[in-house]
């Protein structure tokens, strides 16, 4: 347990759906970020938040819109996926201060049919 | 990119030391040496980190060399449940730039 919670855990949408993952960290941090992780590949940044601003995009399709409405909470809304989008998306947060170690969610599986 | 490299896989005998290595010759004078793990479709563990003096938790060792251009995670007493893909990361203080790469694959052996 990390403090960090992300739902849902398993997630299986059509290409024309619309849904949301949500992260919400329980540590007092005031950075998040979003990772994705397909097969057999090392994870890659998504967005980065601090303190509730986006401060990084690597480059993440359109298809793909984050929102963090407070420190709390970070979601990541999904629409007209792929099924090559089909990943673990992990989210973690962090501090801005001190040695900034990042704390990760368990992620949520999800399954673009 | 990532900036470390690591071996693909390692191989460690249960209750034996498990040493793993992470070359990072690139490695900038204000960024961390940060150790995660990831054991099979969980979210990435952080284990330890270090800037340039040798470090311990109740998890690992991290001695990181005088050159800081390598490093090495040592679990003491590995166990079974340590088998899991183990990622080297440096990192500048504001956090925001992990750079995960494939990492090491350790199996501990019963």
């Known amino acids: 347990e990390t403090g960090v919670t992300q739902t849902p855990r398993h997630l299986v949408m059509g290409m024309t759906n619309k849904k949301s993952l949500k992260c919400e960290q329980h540590?007092?941090?005031?950075?998040m970020y979003w990772y994705k992780q397909s097969a057999k590949k090392p994870l890659e940044l998504m967005f980065v938040y601090s303190l509730e601003e986006r401060v990084e995009n690597n480059s993440v399709p359109s298809r793909f819109s984050p929102e963090c409405p407070n420190s709390s909470h970070l979601f990541l809304h999904l629409h007209t996926l792929q099924p090559e989008d089909s990943a673990l998306y992990l989210c973690?947060?962090?501090?801005?201060?001190?040695?900034?170690?990042?704390?990760f969610g368990p992620g949520t599986r999800l399954t673009v049919l | 990119d990532a900036k470390t490299t690591q071996p693909p896989s390692m191989d460690c005998a249960e209750g034996r030391a498990a040493n793993l290595p992470c070359n990072h010759s690139?490695?900038?004078?204000?960024?961390?040496v940060y150790w995660y793990r990831q054991i099979h479709s969980q979210g990435p563990q952080y284990i330890i980190h270090g800037l340039k003096n040798n470090e311990t938790n109740e998890m690992a060792s991290l001695i990181i060399t005088e050159d800081r251009k390598s490093s090495t995670l040592i679990l003491p007493h590995a166990t079974l449940r340590d088998t899991a893909v183990y990622y080297c990361?440096?990192?500048?203080?504001?956090?925001?730039?992990?750079?995960f790469g494939p990492g090491t694959r350790l199996s501990v052996l019963p």
């Open positions: 973690a947060s962090s501090q801005l201060s001190g040695t900034d170690t990042q704390y």
């Open positions: 690139t490695i900038s004078g204000n960024e961390y």
């Open positions: 540590l007092g941090h005031n950075a």
């Open positions: 990361i440096v990192s500048v203080l504001d956090g925001q730039n992990f750079v």
